[in-house]
């Protein structure tokens, strides 16, 4: 109920809309009514008249048009000429009903189908603003598949929620219109009629409850697929160069399997359901006519009394049906509903906190004392302290798991600390605009990522405002325009998803553009030519050397080449820093990490070195 009450906030948004479309429901209900009114007086009046046609005598009638026990008009009726100028009058009475209540159908739909997308759009760009502004953290736990089924999958049923909202809402304003007239027709019938309905309300709200726990199993099997259909596509190269097709099949019907077996439940309850509705709509009928028939024959009721009751009865019984079943159907799409609050209510990054300075001016970087942990299992980071003045070049060493990527990844906060702090320019990062500080913050990942679209959309990226000339200037400096030209639309050539149309060195020279577009303070780099060949390797750290002139700069190092360049290095092990220096002060302690390091990984490219030297 409380996620009910809160998916009905989204319609009170468009309340104008909404109401545009009940009050159409409640003409079209209230022209269902008169038009059955009409029909039963219509057949009143035509008993009366075969009756004196039967019996041989002239046709001379006097009528009450009478409602509730009010009469509003006397129908005198003389001859067979103003009998059919009569049921002439009453089928275009009738006439002019429908076409009042079809100009009302189509403002119903209109209004109702907008407000209804306007509700999924707003749905839709909530999560993905959610999604922006969710923290790393969240990313490392979940699958991608599972957060893009939020968006897709939930979403997707959240349109049918929103139709069967609308269906329960118009079908309980007719049911109200149409018990409203039974009550004022004859209340003892009504009385007995609403009760038997009730019940059999009662018993779809049991099978809703059933449904909603079905569905919730249904929704994660189809996450499920999801996250794994994503993760098998994005690696389809992995699973071909292994051979692992059949592997994959299989757990791909496995997981298919499953979603089948959950979905059978939810179409047994709901097959099930309509049957048992159509039993009591037809029990109600049958009792009903009964009943009426007794009355009649009792002469406590006209005919044109029991023609109008059951007439009234017809119509209440379909939108009554009706609110059974959607009652039911919408448990299953409210469980996508809860999901979608669950993501929404997530805690989110703020981007315009600032308690604090904003502009880093130097660019100046000091660790006091900083602990880290994913999880409360093991600290990633112990108590580290340093400092690095502005535009100094800093190499961060270690084996691997020593934290050196986390160590980069807490000064854009893409983690919040445990304990200690991190001050650029003396100011603690914590108490600065996130987007402010991450916008003088450059980082150029070891694994590129490119985004489908062209050369110069990806560049510009760094700077959205960027004109073309800057895009060109930028790329020169990162030794990408040669290559850029060279395309077949230069820098309108579209790059493919994660650039897959370009090699590994080009990928890197363009998020170097991308970066000094950018134009940061502060520089993070994830070795940029660990896995180029040595042509590629030369053009990138000529772009990373011109990208890392006058800016403080970190660098996760695998190169000596690197390690040369840099001012100090930070040897980390085990979550601290165990030594630091220069690269020559280093190697002057044999017993430390960095010369049994240097001796395993460098020695051979230090050579190399040397000798190209």
């Not at 906190?353 to 880290?372: L, M, N």
């Not at 660098?555 to 601290?576: N, P, Q």
Request: charge should be neutral; glycine fraction near 6%.
């Amino acid at each position: 109920m409380k996620v009910f009450l809160r998916y009905l906030r989204y319609f009170f948004t468009y309340k104008w809309r909404i109401a545009a479309g009940l009050f159409s429901v409640a003409v079209m209900s209230l022209s269902d009514t008169a038009s059955a009114f009409l029909i039963a007086q219509l057949f009143e009046v035509l008993q009366k008249i075969g009756d004196l046609v039967n019996a041989g005598k002239a046709i001379a009638l006097d009528i009450p048009i009478e409602f509730l026990g009010y009469t509003f008009h006397r129908l005198t009726i003389s001859g067979s000429g103003e009998t059919m100028q009569l049921i002439l009058t009453f089928a275009s009475i009738l006439l002019g009903i429908i076409l009042i209540k079809v100009c009302f159908v189509y403002v119903r739909e209109y209004v109702m189908s907008s407000a209804q997308q306007k509700i999924l759009m707003r749905f839709r760009v909530e999560l993905f603003d959610t999604i922006l502004l969710l923290p790393v953290r969240y990313f490392d736990q979940q699958k991608t598949g599972r957060v893009m089924s939020r968006i897709t999958n939930d979403v997707n049923n959240m349109e049918q929620s929103l139709y069967l909202t609308v269906e329960i809402v118009q079908n309980l304003l007719y049911s109200l219109i149409y018990a409203t007239a039974l009550v004022y027709s004859n209340w003892q019938l009504a009385i007995f009629t609403i009760v038997i309905f009730a019940i059999s309300g009662a018993i779809s709200r049991k099978f809703g409850d059933r449904i909603r726990s079905y569905s919730r199993d249904l929704t994660d099997t189809l996450a499920e697929i999801s996250a794994f259909l994503q993760e098998k596509i994005s690696s389809i190269r992995i699973v071909k160069s292994f051979t692992r097709e059949d592997y994959e099949r299989e757990a791909f019907r496995r997981k298919v399997d499953d979603n089948y077996r959950h979905s059978m439940k939810i179409v047994r309850t709901m097959a099930l359901l309509s049957p048992t509705n159509e039993f009591f709509n037809t029990l109600v009928a049958s009792i009903l006519v009964v009943f009426t028939g007794y009355l009649f024959l009792q002469g406590d009721v006209t005919i044109k009394g029991v023609l109008f009751f059951l007439m009234l009865v017809n119509l209440l019984a379909k939108p009554v049906k009706a609110l059974g079943e959607n009652v039911a159907r919408i448990q299953k799409t409210l469980v996508s509903a809860g999901l979608i609050f669950e993501m929404l209510d997530l805690e989110k990054e703020n981007l315009l906190q600032k308690t604090g300075a904003s502009v880093i001016k130097k660019g100046g970087v000091e660790f006091r004392d900083v602990s880290f942990s994913y999880n409360s299992d093991s600290a990633a980071l112990s108590n580290v302290n340093f400092v690095a003045w502005p535009g100094e070049k800093i190499a961060l060493v270690g084996p691997s798991g020593s934290g050196k990527t986390t160590l980069i990844n807490l000064i854009p906060r893409f983690y919040e600390l445990s304990s200690g702090a991190i001050l650029i320019d003396g100011t603690d990062i914590r108490t600065m605009n996130l987007a402010d500080l991450r916008t003088q913050i450059g980082i150029v990942p070891q694994d590129v990522v490119l985004f489908a679209g062209t050369v110069e959309e990806n560049i510009r990226y760094g700077k959205l405002d960027a004109s073309h000339a800057e895009i060109v200037e930028a790329a020169t400096m990162a030794n990408a325009h040669t290559f850029i030209e060279q395309l077949e639309r230069g820098y309108e050539t579209e790059i493919g998803e994660r650039g897959v149309q370009l090699s590994g060195g080009q990928r890197q020279r363009m998020a170097i553009a991308r970066a000094i577009l950018r134009n940061p303070r502060i520089l993070l780099l994830d070795e940029a030519t660990s896995a180029l060949d040595s042509e590629s390797e030369l053009m990138v750290q000529e772009a990373l050397d011109r990208l890392m002139e006058g800016r403080t700069s970190f660098i996760i190092a695998h190169r000596l080449s690197t390690i040369y360049r840099c001012d100090k290095i930070f040897v980390l092990e085990k979550g601290g820093i165990v030594e630091q220096g220069t690269h020559e002060e280093l190697l002057k302690n044999d017993t430390g990490l960095y010369k049994r390091l240097y001796s395993i990984q460098f020695t051979d490219i230090d050579k190399e070195g040397r000798e190209g030297a």
